[in-house]
């Protein structure tokens, strides 16, 4: 064990500049994201209107995302003055931006695969019903890892099995039917006359 005094060779690791105002700002703005996607969600649910939903959980990544920069924001306060902090508490903020980065960026890719089956669902009722039965069978597939990705307390506990299965099951039949002869037209082509 040492013996020496080494306080003579001991600093303050406090390097940061004074960020209350910006993790005011950031509360503020946190809370006021949080408030809109509540009147939001709750005017979709109560006009039964699916795009105020729909934005209203999309603010709910922000209200996240914008939640944990002011989490850094306090993290980085409290331990500003902690030695195991050898060069300052500024990476928490770093972190904080990044994880929330990292969390829209997530949503965002959600949102792309939502919509490229969407698009290839309409795609395949116009031009191949292949597509429509691939779709069908892609939606089974998300909704039996539902549950466990998204969280939706209206939805009964048994939805989300019973979405999947028949999912499955008529994109089963689907290709069954497409594999025993000639490829049946699709509905908006033999409406319009096309083949």
């Known amino acids: 064990m040492h013996t020496h005094d080494l306080s003579a060779w001991q600093h303050d690791h406090h390097f940061g500049a004074d960020t209350s105002s910006a993790e005011r700002s950031t509360r503020l703005v946190m809370w006021i994201t949080a408030a809109m996607m509540m009147v939001e969600i709750g005017a979709g649910w109560w006009f039964n209107s699916m795009a105020l939903l729909a934005d209203g959980w999309h603010m709910s990544s922000h209200a996240l995302a914008i939640g944990l920069s002011a989490f850094a924001y306090a993290a980085a ?6 030695p195991r902090f050898a060069f300052g508490t500024w990476k928490i903020e770093v972190l904080g931006g990044f ?19 969407v698009v290839a669902a309409s795609v395949g009722f116009r031009r191949s ?13 998300m909704d039996f890892f539902h549950g466990q990705l998204v969280v939706n307390p ?4 048994w ?15 689907l290709a069954w039917r497409l594999t025993r ?8 082509a033999a409406a319009s006359g096309r083949v």
């Open 159 to 173: 939805w989300p099995a019973f979405c999947g299965s028949y999912d499955v099951a008529a994109a089963g039949y």
């Open 181 to 188: 002869g000639p490829t049946p037209r699709a509905p908006v």
């Open 77 to 82: 306060r409290r331990y500003a003055r902690d």
């Open 129 to 141: 019903l292949w597509l429509v039965a691939a779709g069908l069978a892609a939606h089974g597939v």
């Open 154 to 157: 209206g939805v009964p506990a």
């Open 99 to 117: 994880a929330s980065a990292l969390v829209l960026l997530g949503i965002a890719a959600l949102m792309v695969v939502g919509s490229l089956v």
